[in-house]
């Protein structure tokens, strides 16, 4: 890191700091918004300027690959277990969960439920072996016996479609906040948070990365916990009392304490469910962490840390949820005078609450927090979108493992350029979806190409290259293409009448068809190099159980 990129990081958004105030003065009369709230201003200005200090202090420190890609391997147990849940306390999970809550009522638990149920898979199949098999990405570990160039492109083109999908889900929401915050229009407030993303990925790599994740992940603890205890404080901690207040006031009644409301079918159920679950262990800014640890046992450590931290913040997200039903749908502070809804939409259910119980001083500090979970999470997806082009693309394939680091690392930051460039567009499109739904897709995507050819590659003798190459590709194709077709982007988006696929999620379909083609078609190759990759998985089993030969 040069002396000049280091003073470019200090003064650019320095510079840009009072354009963004002046654009705030010059359109707040125009837009019918709550007026702008100087201490939420304020907290959200401080939190930049800290986590711009720390990827100054990070910068300094990242020499190498390694250092850039997994924070040298010195991250302990307990850090990366906050910083593991740091990624899951995200926009979707903050934001959308608790709007999901707010609009349907108990249905919006299914996604709490489904995040959480896939660790238990990641901790006892995958956490151990994926740390000593891999060095810096889930593609090392899938292509240590299989051959480099197919089962790169493929993962990367799987891990791209998630990024971005994630990504743009995480700048809808932040999007939403900085417009409530400044009176900004919605596409500029997308933009500022999309060069921000930039900056801190480009400069601070994944040390950098990782404690903004760990700050921010205490402070959002802290907050949906005052919260939480704020909102059963009125109730005379009753969840009885909470629950019926709610009935009594939701347009909908009794009914959102039934299920159907969010997804009112069997098949979508069980489709959703199996993407939330199976799509974690398949999660790349996830499976990354994994690499940050010094060994295998501290691997196991962040899960059983991520378990429970994630577990509690999402009971907090169900109490935050139904608290935004009883003291916002009938305030007309927090409506929308036009369309009779929330300000700025269902998503910020959980920035509105914390004024209700807490006044502008913990509004301020909750948007504050809600931006830095925003902006960590963005950036360890733009870090994982960007190692699959650099490393797995560009390193491993294209130059066959004889790239210098310096050259590996100045392609990373071009690739995360065109990352942030792709996921301003992507957020200003989707502005109107909930985005924990939008996270729903992309974990079908992970759960369908990522997932399984990971599991098969450390479980499976007769895996083959041809049969986790296409049998991948025809999982992400069936997701992909059913995303396309169905109701949410080919009715909502695109204006059609008719969905063509009838399901909004395709998870069931896409995660069957890849691990029944990717059955078959090892089963059906007897090609030499079949029979030589079946032969070396003992080689790699021997490595996944000890580490012996793994990469320092």
Same mark, same amino acid.
């Given at each position: 890191?040069? $002396?000049? $990129?280091?003073?470019?990081?200090?003064?650019?958004?320095?510079?840009?700091?009072?354009?963004?105030?002046?654009?705030?003065?010059?359109?707040?009369?125009?837009?019918?918004?709550?007026?702008?709230?100087?201490?939420? %201003?304020? !907290?959200?200005?401080?939190?930049?300027?800290?986590?711009?200090?720390?990827?100054?202090?990070?910068?300094?420190?990242?020499?190498?690959?390694?250092?850039?890609?997994?924070?040298?391997?010195?991250?302990?147990? *307990?850090?990366?277990?906050?910083?593991?849940?740091?990624?899951?306390?995200?926009? &979707?999970?903050?934001?959308?969960?608790?709007?999901?809550?707010?609009?349907?009522?108990?249905? +919006?638990?299914?996604?709490?439920?489904?995040?959480?149920? =896939?660790?238990?898979?990641?901790?006892?199949? *995958?956490?151990?072996?994926?740390?000593?098999?891999?060095?810096?990405?889930?593609?090392?570990?899938?292509?240590?016996?299989?051959?480099?160039?197919?089962?790169?492109?493929?993962?990367?083109?799987?891990?791209?479609?998630?990024?971005?999908?994630?990504?743009?889900?995480?700048?809808?929401?932040?999007?939403?906040?900085?417009?409530?915050?400044?009176?900004?229009?919605?596409?500029?407030?997308?933009?500022?948070?999309?060069?921000?993303?930039?900056?801190?990925?480009?400069?601070?790599?994944?040390?950098?990365?990782?404690?903004?994740?760990?700050?921010?992940?205490?402070?959002?603890?802290?907050?949906?916990?005052?919260?939480?205890?704020?909102?059963?404080?009125?109730?005379?901690?009753?969840?009885?009392?909470?629950? !019926?207040?709610?009935?009594?006031?939701?347009?909908? +009644?009794?009914?959102?304490?039934?299920?159907?409301?969010?997804?009112?079918?069997?098949?979508?159920?069980?489709?959703?469910?199996?993407?939330?679950?199976?799509?974690?262990?398949?999660?790349?800014?996830?499976?990354?962490?994994?690499?940050?640890?010094?060994?295998?046992?501290?691997?196991?450590?962040?899960?059983?840390?991520?378990?429970?931290?994630?577990?509690?913040?999402?009971?907090?997200?169900? %109490?935050?949820?139904?608290?935004? %039903?009883?003291?916002?749908?009938?305030?007309?502070?927090?409506?929308?005078?036009?369309?009779?809804?929330?300000? =700025?939409?269902?998503?910020?259910? &959980?920035?509105?609450?914390?004024?209700?119980?807490?006044?502008?001083?913990?509004?301020?500090?909750?948007?504050?927090?809600?931006?830095?979970?925003?902006?960590?999470?963005?950036?360890?997806?733009?870090?994982?979108?960007?190692?699959?082009?650099?490393?797995?693309?560009?390193?491993?394939?294209?130059?066959?493992?004889?790239?210098?680091?310096?050259?590996?690392?100045?392609?990373?930051?071009?690739?995360?350029?065109?990352?942030?460039?792709?996921?301003?567009?992507?957020?200003?499109?989707?502005?109107?979806?909930?985005?924990?739904? !939008?996270?729903?897709? &992309?974990?079908?995507?992970?759960?369908?190409?990522?997932?399984?050819?990971?599991?098969?590659? !450390?479980?499976?003798?007769?895996?083959?290259?041809?049969?986790?190459?296409?049998?991948?590709?025809?999982?992400?194709?069936?997701?992909?293409?059913?995303?396309?077709? +169905?109701?949410?982007?080919?009715?909502?988006?695109?204006?059609?009448?008719?969905?063509?696929?009838?399901?909004?999620?395709?998870?069931?379909?896409?995660?069957?068809?890849?691990?029944?083609? %990717?059955?078959?078609?090892?089963?059906?190759? $007897?090609?030499?190099?079949?029979?030589?990759?079946?032969? &070396?998985?003992?080689?790699?089993?021997?490595?996944?159980?000890?580490?012996?030969?793994?990469?320092?």
């Amino acid at each position: 890191m040069n $002396n000049l $990129n280091i003073r470019l990081l200090f003064w650019v958004p320095i510079l840009f700091i009072p354009s963004l105030l002046s654009a705030a003065d010059a359109v707040q009369g125009e837009i019918t918004q709550q007026p702008t709230n100087i201490i939420a %201003i304020t !907290m959200f200005l401080v939190f930049v300027a800290a986590t711009l200090g720390i990827t100054y202090w990070a910068a300094r420190r990242t020499k190498s690959t390694k250092d850039f890609y997994a924070a040298g391997g010195n991250i302990t147990g *307990l850090q990366n277990g906050l910083a593991i849940a740091g990624d899951y306390m995200s926009a &979707a999970s903050f934001l959308g969960i608790s709007g999901l809550v707010f609009a349907s009522g108990f249905d +919006g638990l299914i996604y709490s439920i489904g995040f959480l149920v =896939g660790w238990p898979i990641i901790l006892f199949l *995958l956490a151990e072996r994926l740390r000593n098999l891999g060095k810096y990405t889930f593609a090392d570990a899938v292509s240590y016996r299989l051959q480099q160039l197919p089962i790169r492109s493929l993962a990367a083109s799987g891990t791209l479609i998630v990024v971005l999908l994630y990504l743009t889900a995480q700048l809808v929401g932040a999007g939403k906040l900085i417009q409530i915050l400044f009176g900004l229009e919605y596409y500029l407030a997308v933009v500022i948070v999309g060069i921000l993303m930039v900056l801190y990925v480009t400069f601070g790599g994944m040390l950098a990365t990782t404690w903004v994740q760990i700050i921010k992940a205490v402070l959002l603890l802290c907050g949906a916990s005052f919260m939480a205890v704020a909102v059963m404080y009125h109730m005379d901690f009753s969840f009885e009392t909470l629950f !019926m207040t709610a009935t009594e006031v939701h347009k909908n +009644g009794i009914t959102i304490m039934s299920p159907g409301g969010l997804v009112s079918d069997p098949i979508s159920a069980i489709s959703l469910g199996l993407a939330l679950m199976f799509g974690t262990a398949g999660l790349p800014h996830i499976l990354m962490r994994f690499f940050t640890v010094p060994d295998a046992q501290e691997a196991r450590k962040s899960v059983v840390y991520a378990t429970g931290f994630i577990g509690y913040f999402f009971i907090l997200t169900f %109490i935050i949820g139904f608290g935004a %039903i009883v003291f916002l749908v009938n305030n007309p502070e927090f409506l929308d005078l036009q369309s009779g809804g929330l300000l =700025g939409g269902n998503n910020m259910a &959980a920035i509105h609450l914390s004024k209700a119980v807490g006044g502008e001083v913990f509004l301020g500090f909750i948007s504050a927090v809600a931006f830095a979970t925003i902006l960590a999470v963005v950036s360890g997806l733009t870090l994982a979108g960007a190692s699959a082009i650099s490393h797995d693309l560009y390193a491993s394939v294209l130059r066959k493992g004889e790239a210098q680091e310096g050259e590996e690392i100045r392609m990373s930051r071009i690739a995360t350029v065109g990352l942030g460039v792709a996921a301003i567009f992507l957020g200003v499109q989707f502005e109107q979806q909930n985005v924990a739904y !939008m996270v729903g897709l &992309a974990f079908a995507i992970a759960a369908s190409v990522n997932f399984p050819v990971l599991f098969l590659s !450390m479980y499976w003798q007769r895996l083959t290259t041809r049969g986790a190459f296409i049998g991948g590709s025809i999982g992400l194709i069936t997701a992909v293409s059913c995303m396309i077709l +169905g109701p949410t982007i080919w009715v909502d988006i695109l204006g059609n009448t008719e969905a063509i696929f009838p399901y909004k999620h395709p998870a069931l379909f896409s995660i069957s068809a890849a691990f029944m083609s %990717i059955f078959i078609i090892s089963k059906l190759d $007897n090609s030499v190099s079949g029979r030589e990759e079946a032969l &070396a998985f003992e080689g790699q089993y021997v490595r996944s159980q000890t580490g012996l030969g793994s990469e320092e």
